[in-house]
């Protein structure tokens, strides 16, 4: 069995999708259309080429986990409360965490055979890890700007393991042909400020989950939260490659009152926590006064 055959029986083992592709550098144009841009970083060179993180990278082992959604602080509303949605962010058990620990193993698993050099990304600032997802084989790119996968959809995590492993092209995915059907436009049509474009590029800047992170916000940019306290799942709730996934509603005054105590308590096992308690509550403010 060689490494990558090690490899896919890892994932294969863990319930996770696994592909592997060469580390040679992005095409810069791609850029154009990726998401989130205001969370990475703006030298181009530790976006696009993985020998500026590894040095002699050669292959990336790209690793998409499933979401697990914890039920723990679901619907802490009732139907005549002024409610809220929390989106997988802050329901979710920390993707970073998960992840990375996949990864580790995987790494540590590949070590027992042969010796390399390695990095492990997951929700890098620097290279942009759906493009070598798709460059992988894990999916295909949606026109809600996600990698869409036949095994989870949109509800996944993506981790990168760089190394200095040559690249087996025996390994190597062949990157699917399907796609978002011709016609769909339901998650163009259900982002309530028009962020998704039909050339699946994101205008970040009318995206509510950004908005909900972003630092300092207008009188305008508050009005376009849409009652969403922390992310936001719009476009993977409607996508048809999707299962239908609980929501989770929450009464904006629980959050005003909550300590900074309670929030950890309550949410430290997610990834939203990390933002602090007093954002968090600005969006409870601006949820209880649209």
């Not at 259309?33 to 703006?42: A, G, M, Q």
């Not at 181009?44 to 790209?62: C, E, F, H, N």
């Not at 070590?111 to 890098?124: A, G, M, P, R």
Request: proline letters at 5%.
């Amino acid at each position: 069995m060689d490494i990558y055959e090690i490899a896919q029986a890892f994932a294969a083992t863990h319930n996770c999708m696994l592909g592997i592709c060469d580390a040679s550098p992005l095409d810069v144009a791609h850029l154009a259309k990726s998401t989130f841009v205001p969370f990475v970083s703006r030298d181009i060179k530790k976006r696009t080429d993985p020998s500026a993180i590894l040095p002699g990278a050669q292959s990336i082992i790209v690793l998409g986990v499933g979401t697990s959604q914890n039920t723990s602080v679901q619907n802490h509303a009732n139907n005549t409360e002024n409610i809220a949605q929390l989106s997988s962010l802050g329901t979710n058990d920390d993707y970073h965490i998960k992840v990375k620990s996949s990864l580790g193993e995987l790494k540590n698993e590949l070590l027992q055979h042969t010796s390399f050099k390695y990095k492990i990304l997951v929700d890098s600032p620097t290279l942009d890890e759906r493009a070598f997802a798709l460059r992988a084989g894990i999916g295909f790119f949606g026109r809600n700007g996600l990698i869409i996968s036949p095994q989870f959809g949109t509800r996944f995590n993506i981790g990168l393991l760089l190394t200095d492993i040559p690249l087996n092209t025996a390994a190597v995915l062949s990157v699917p042909q399907t796609g978002c059907p011709p016609h769909c436009r339901l998650c163009i049509d259900a982002c309530p400020n028009g962020a998704l474009q039909p050339d699946h590029s994101l205008d970040t800047a009318r995206c509510i989950s950004y908005l909900t992170q972003k630092r300092e916000r207008t009188t305008e940019e508050e009005a376009m939260l849409h009652n969403q306290l922390y992310g936001c799942d719009i476009c993977q709730d409607i996508c048809p490659f999707n299962a239908p996934c609980a929501k989770t509603y929450i009464n904006p005054q629980a959050w005003l009152a909550m300590s900074d105590a309670a929030f950890a308590e309550m949410y430290s096992y997610t990834a939203m926590l990390w933002q602090g308690a007093a954002l968090l509550r600005r969006n409870a403010k601006a949820a209880e006064e649209s």
